[in-house]
């Protein structure tokens, strides 16, 4: 079997695998060929950025098997040594945040479909809470191990009010900061149409530029959907922004849950060490193997420096 075969087999199995089998099961135990990382925060610590990376075919299917050498990342432009190197699957910490405004009325069903099936492809070591949010945003179930919290809150939710989206991923991120686990994300359900927030958009970026979570967003279609807005918020965080009609909800969330399943995480030294608190922008750019068609990467795109 070539390279190229047992590349895009792996990513098509998995999906295939988890359609048939439920929950996701983690890796067996094999010993890493790199060092073990500490958490996957993008601040430097120790001297050390770790970059979460996941790659996807042209037909957006995670790809996995990826080595070292098939990655290079430039930190403000510069060339770095990549030190360390990891594919172990670790615990996830996800946090649903989900909207349920007047606009979204039509398709509570759906999205309560979606939130089973992220909850219903969980491991044992996962940790979950859950932001509900319409005129003002409320943490519904804390950070938890135990999923089947959400599922009976979820069943009781309804639609009304208008939308407070940035104020909701605000409560959210703090949330997350309670987590000790490498994995962090967030998913957001919503149409987009924020219009009922405290915090600005500015406040709201500047506070996902220092998490260490990935954002996937889900756009629901509506009268108030804001495709932009979701995009960007997903794409500052290094994740992806789906655009789905009701009925596809539970589908993409299958789709993310793999895809967290199977992300990179890629470790340098920074040759720039002044600690000035300062932005640093990340590229992470691929060598695939020979043979493989285009395949695109998808990473946070910078961290702050340590201050003295």
């Not at 398709?107 to 996962?126: H, I, K, S, W, Y």
């Not at 135990?146 to 639609?159: R, W």
Request: with cysteine; glycine share 8%; charged share 25%.
């Amino acid at each position: 079997m070539t390279l190229s075969s047992r590349i895009f087999g792996i990513a098509v199995l998995s999906l295939a695998a988890l359609s048939a089998q439920g929950p996701i099961q983690p890796r067996s135990g094999r010993a890493p060929k790199e060092p073990a990382l500490p958490n996957a925060s993008l601040r430097v610590e120790s001297n050390l950025v770790l970059v979460p990376v996941t790659v996807n075919d042209e037909l957006n299917h995670p790809v996995t098997g990826l080595e070292k050498e098939n990655f290079r990342i430039y930190d403000d432009k510069q060339l770095q040594t990549i030190t360390s190197f990891s594919t172990e699957d670790e615990p996830i910490a996800l946090g649903l945040v989900f909207d349920d405004s007047g606009s979204m009325k039509g398709t509570l069903p759906q999205g309560r479909r979606a939130v089973a099936q992220f909850l219903g492809l969980a491991n044992p070591e996962d940790e979950f809470f859950l932001v509900e949010f319409d005129s003002t945003p409320r943490l519904t179930v804390p950070l938890t191990g135990n999923p089947g919290t959400i599922n009976s809150e979820i069943l009781l939710t309804k639609s009304g009010g208008s939308t407070a989206l940035f104020d909701a991923l605000y409560l959210a991120l703090n949330e997350m900061r309670k987590s000790k686990l490498t994995k962090k994300a967030l998913v957001l359900i919503s149409d987009g149409g924020e219009n009922h927030s405290r915090y600005t958009q500015k406040e709201l970026d500047n506070l996902v530029r220092e998490s260490d979570s990935l954002i996937y967003t889900i756009l629901v279609p509506g009268f108030d959907a804001d495709p932009g807005l979701m995009s960007r918020i997903a794409e500052m965080t290094g994740a992806h922004s789906y655009f789905a009609g009701a009925n596809e909800l539970p589908d993409i969330a299958l789709k993310i849950c793999v895809e967290l399943r199977n992300r990179y995480v890629i470790g340098y030294a920074p040759q720039d060490t002044v600690r000035d608190g300062r932005y640093h922008r990340i590229e992470v750019k691929l060598v695939p193997p020979r043979g493989l068609p285009k395949l695109r990467a998808h990473w946070r795109v910078g961290y702050f420096a340590p201050s003295d």
